[in-house]
């Protein structure tokens, strides 16, 4: 029993050191190395005759502490895709009307599967919010990243007819597994 006693006694200190280096370690890798993503979304519209003009402004800040890249696809890929949607932009608008006569009682208005939401004629069904940042001598793709602290302002202007409409905004970085981003707003046309 007295051997188990000196073992513990020999052990602890290095067992103490240890395991506060690991703590050490881990705080600094989340803190150093995790992408952080503010996604802030305003909009603005007015009446254009009969229509209604939606000037949608969206503002992405690195609240992380490493540097945050979109990612780059080929002109036939796709940033993301599953059996719900695929999405050929980094950084992407999509906007849906909310047909109110499809509506029966109250519902969830789930982004992918609610008959209610409809796309919407004449306007892309996604929208490519990084268009600024193509780059001719790299094959057409999208080159953009944002330093920690950065503030990017992208917008998106869009006549449509009065009614209630769904936006969503999403951002894919480098690693489409982690470093992804979305947003939904709703807004509403009179």
């Not at 993503?37 to 003009?53: H, N, Q, Y």
């Amino acid at each position: 029993m007295n051997w188990l006693v000196e073992i513990f006694k020999n052990i602890s200190p290095y067992a103490v050191i240890a395991g506060g280096l690991w703590v050490l370690y881990n705080y600094w890798r989340g803190r150093a190395f995790e992408k952080k993503l503010l996604l802030d979304v305003r909009t603005l519209s007015k009446v254009l005759a009969e229509l209604r003009i939606l000037f949608v402004e969206v503002q992405l800040t690195n609240a992380g502490k490493g540097k945050l890249e979109a990612r780059r696809v080929g002109p036939n890929d796709y940033v993301y895709k599953d059996e719900f949607e695929q999405l050929k932009y980094s950084c992407s608008l999509q906007i849906r009307r909310i047909n109110v006569t499809k509506l029966v009682g109250e519902t969830y208005l789930d982004w992918y599967k609610c008959s209610a939401l409809e796309s919407v004629a004449d306007i892309p069904t996604e929208i490519n919010l990084l268009d600024d940042y193509v780059v001719p001598d790299e094959n057409n793709e999208i080159v953009f990243w944002m330093e920690p602290g950065d503030i990017v302002q992208l917008s998106a202007p869009l006549v449509l007819q009065a009614g209630h409409y769904l936006l969503k905004i999403s951002f894919y970085g480098t690693n489409p597994n982690e470093d992804f981003w979305s947003r939904l707003v709703y807004v509403q046309l009179e």
